[in-house]
């Protein structure tokens, strides 16, 4: 990555051949897009059984010619939760630069692993109220954005950037707010490749790198995010393009927006088929902006309360396919 070449040079190695595309952003990054795609990919297979790495940087991510994909390695510093090994409450092995702000996997509060029959038996309970995978999603993501963004791929500028981030409450949004009316051409160019197909390869990005690790996507939900799609936004299901709708509606009036959004969700299908249930509805009903403060200061609170209650929502549903889903350690 650290190759001017980057992400030319590795281009044959992945995709077998050279693209007919000429060389500029859209190029690149299906390029970018697969690279991620096999990341994520390899941290589902690890999440699945129970696994969270702990160290995901380019360092311990290597290109596999047989299979022509990207592979994890290092797994020293990874807890293995179905019975608890490498696993010490209040203690963390992590690389700074990659590292989550949140530091444990677990709550500083979870006891040492018991025996390992009852640590397979508490596990799947511990895993959901814990999430310890979003840790890694982290990680990727800032992979995710060194690829996207030259200039931020050595560790001086990575260091740097944790900083300005840190700075920001660790809010992306805020961040590019700060930087992009003064960035530098590598910067833009950054932007203006994620910004492709509407935003989504950045919204990605935004779902990926966030101060709370319950607000992050899950590898699996990430995988089946439109950005990953060859046909883009004209493949979007649904809860896909409620997600994106939902981001972009923040800034817009509440009213209008939050009566699209229910009667959207209303026709979604039963719970069974993955739509809402009654209940969570009339909880999206009863948002309403405050009267005493201003117009513009209601909609948007009340705008940023909504996604948050949507998002949360939609990532309980795909963290419940998930535990309906063929992994061993939660059956």
């Known amino acids: 990555m650290l190759s001017k070449e980057f992400p030319y040079n590795v281009e044959t190695m992945i995709l077998g051949e050279v693209q007919n595309l000429p060389k500029g952003l859209e190029r690149e990054n299906q390029i970018i897009q697969t690279i991620m795609r096999q990341i994520l990919f390899a941290l589902d297979g690890l999440h699945s059984t129970g696994i969270v790495h702990r160290d995901i940087k380019p360092q ?141 390869g950045w919204e990605l990005l935004t779902s990926m790198v966030r101060y709370k690790a319950r607000q992050r996507i899950s590898a699996k939900a990430a995988l089946a995010y439109p950005y990953f799609d060859r046909e883009g936004l004209l493949a979007l299901s649904f809860v896909q393009n409620l997600k994106l709708q939902v981001f972009r509606a923040t800034q817009q009036d509440y009213g209008e927006t939050a009566k699209w959004i229910i009667n959207l969700m209303a026709k979604s299908g039963t719970e069974k088929e993955g739509g809402f249930t009654e209940a969570q509805l009339q909880d999206l009903r009863d948002i309403e902006p405050k009267k005493k403060a201003s117009p513009q200061r209601n909609a948007l609170a009340s705008a940023l309360k909504l996604q948050r209650k949507i998002i949360r929502t939609l990532n309980e549903s795909m963290d419940e396919l998930s535990r309906r889903s063929k992994s061993l350690w939660w059956s």
């Not at 311990?60 to 990207?70: D, H, V």
């Not at 890694?136 to 260091?159: K, V």
């Open 60 to 200: 311990n991510i290597i290109f596999s010619e047989g299979s022509r994909t990207f592979k994890i390695i290092d797994l020293g510093a990874a807890a293995d939760l179905r019975v608890g090994i490498n696993y010490i409450p209040k203690e963390f092995l992590l690389d700074p630069r990659y590292a989550a702000p949140e530091q444990y996997i677990m709550s500083t509060q979870t006891p040492s692993a018991p025996s390992a029959p009852v640590a397979t038996a508490l596990s799947p309970v511990l895993w959901q109220m814990n999430l310890p995978d979003r840790f890694d999603i982290y990680s990727a993501g800032l992979i995710f954005l060194q690829m996207a963004f030259p200039s931020l791929r050595t560790d001086n500028a990575l260091i740097q950037f944790n900083r300005q981030l840190k700075r920001c409450d660790y809010d992306l949004v805020a961040w590019r707010n700060t930087v992009e009316p003064r960035a530098s051409p590598d910067l833009r160019k950054g932007f203006e490749l994620l910004d492709l197909d509407n935003g989504i």
